[in-house]
């Protein structure tokens, strides 16, 4: 009898958002799963880490014949404490983190704390993906992100990952029904257009919040963005190298 893949499922929407639950019921049809995520929401932490206090890392019963862990730290920790402490002697054959409440298509995967906690199990040469589904909303439908999720993580334990450890993957705000299927495409161009509202609070002292609106450059049609307007799923193929290899040559004229 073959081994079952051991899956390693994370966040960064915390332990009890819908959309974990809703990856780890798809990722136990697949194999053994083991959760380590965090004890509270951390969207937006990017790839940070825990240097300057201890992590704590909790077995929690939160889903059923599923062993799971809530840590204190960022989603990079989780990963890392998953790998170096939990799982030290064992392979981790897949990291599936998500489902995110909201986007990480375009840029957002700099910020992503969902991507940055895939990214670091690619680091450990682990297949990863990170799984987005475009509704911020507590009450989001994740069906349609869960066939997704499910012919995605069957076809790369049957057959792996070519060229890369990491997908970014986004789903489109849909009725199961409507999303017309799967693009792989790269990274659309685009920013944030941010402003700050000034506020006071009760005490007198002010404070900022940060708000904005996302901007992206719509003339190139290969990209997550407009294939998500499309109605499809995207897959961007990613990695940490944020060298511009393009620009060595050009810029010899630095060297002593």
Known sequence: MSKKPLILVTNDDGIVAPGIKALIDVAKEFGEVVVVAPDSPQSGKGHA???????????????????????????????????????????????????????????????????????????ENINSIGFSLLDFTFSADFRGAQEVARSLIGNIINHGLKGTRLLNVNIPKLPVEDIKGVKVCTQASGMWIEDFQKGEDPRGEEYYWLSGKFVVDEEHKDTDIYWLNQGYASVVPSQHDLTHHESIPGLGYLEN
Not at 67 to 94: F, M
């Open 49 to 123: 880490i825990t240097l300057n206090q201890p992590l704590r890392m909790r077995k929690v019963e939160m889903f059923e014949n599923v062993e799971s862990y809530e840590c204190d730290g960022t989603p990079a920790d989780c990963v890392k404490l998953a790998k170096n402490v939990l799982l030290k002697n064992r392979t981790i054959d897949l990291c599936v983190s998500g489902i995110n409440h909201g986007s990480n298509a375009s840029i957002n995967i700099l910020y992503s704390g969902t991507m940055s906690a895939a990214m670091e199990a690619s680091l």
